[in-house]
């Protein structure tokens, strides 16, 4: 074997150190090429764990508004049931109302000609009847008249006047009074004292007490009474206006059926 001179031996060992040289030049250029691909493949896993919290998030968010909103719509489902029932309550009272006021219209198609011939009745009644406190009397029965002529008087007000018009005539049946009114004599007119015992006894007097006259309703007129009748007359005018206790007095009565 031939002899390797030494200039051969540096040459070779050289380009041995410089193929090392190269192979660990090549290796650390790999290891930085993988360094920098796993950089990368870090930072985009960063970036999609980035996305998938956002959007767990955002899951979440949209999770807890359904809740709500399924929650509300609870809230909301149970207040429109009760708006409902109240509606449907309503619309019952309406229909009640209605079938009322349906019914008023009937009654009043009634009631009407009805209060006319009752205050017709109670006019006639008036005239037949004993005439104390004539005149407010006639003019109850007129006003009556003008009542049911006005058409801002509601039908039941107008009811309700004739039917107090009635109770107070019944009253005048019980009531002890005295007034002072005119006096028709049958060609004089006078000024007197007036008293009545419901409808039993119906008397005047004149003001100087000197005469007193008895009601005849068969004849429709006044009867003169004898002296022995001034006094009790007197006395129960007095009485009747709480000028003397109540006591026993006599006046004149017509006996039923008698002329």
Do not use: C
């Not at 009654?107 to 011939?117: A, N, T």
């Amino acid at each position: 074997m031939s002899k390797v001179s030494k200039k051969s031996l540096i040459a070779t060992a050289m380009v041995g150190a410089l193929a090392l040289a190269g192979s660990n030049i090549a290796a650390a250029d790999a290891l930085t090429d993988l360094q920098k691909a796993e950089a990368k493949i870090f930072k985009q896993s960063a970036k999609s764990q980035a996305k998938i919290n956002s959007i767990y998030e955002q899951t979440q968010d949209l999770l807890a508004e359904y809740r709500n909103t399924v929650d509300e719509a609870d809230v909301l489902r149970g207040y429109n049931d009760h708006v409902q029932r109240m509606v449907n309550d309503q619309k019952a009272n309406v229909a009640s109302l209605q079938k009322q006021i349906d019914s008023i219209d009937e009654f009043k198609q009634g009631v009407v000609p009805l209060m006319y011939k009752m205050i017709d009745t109670l006019e006639t009644f008036i005239k037949l009847d004993v005439p104390m406190n004539i005149d407010r009397r006639k003019a109850r029965v007129e006003n009556l008249r003008a009542v049911m002529d006005d058409s801002n008087v509601t039908t039941s007000e107008q009811f309700r006047l004739v039917l107090e018009a009635y109770e107070i005539e019944a009253g005048y049946g019980t009531i002890f009074d005295a007034y002072q009114g005119e006096i028709d004599l049958g060609g004089r007119t006078l000024t007197a004292d007036f008293v009545h015992m419901g409808r039993i006894a119906f008397v005047a007097q004149s003001l100087d007490a000197k005469h007193s006259w008895l009601w005849n309703n068969n004849t429709r007129a006044w009867e003169e009474l004898g002296d022995e009748y001034l006094k009790p007359v007197t006395d129960a005018i007095r009485m009747a206006r709480k000028q003397l206790p109540m006591d026993l007095t006599k006046l004149p009565v017509f006996a039923a059926g008698a002329k």
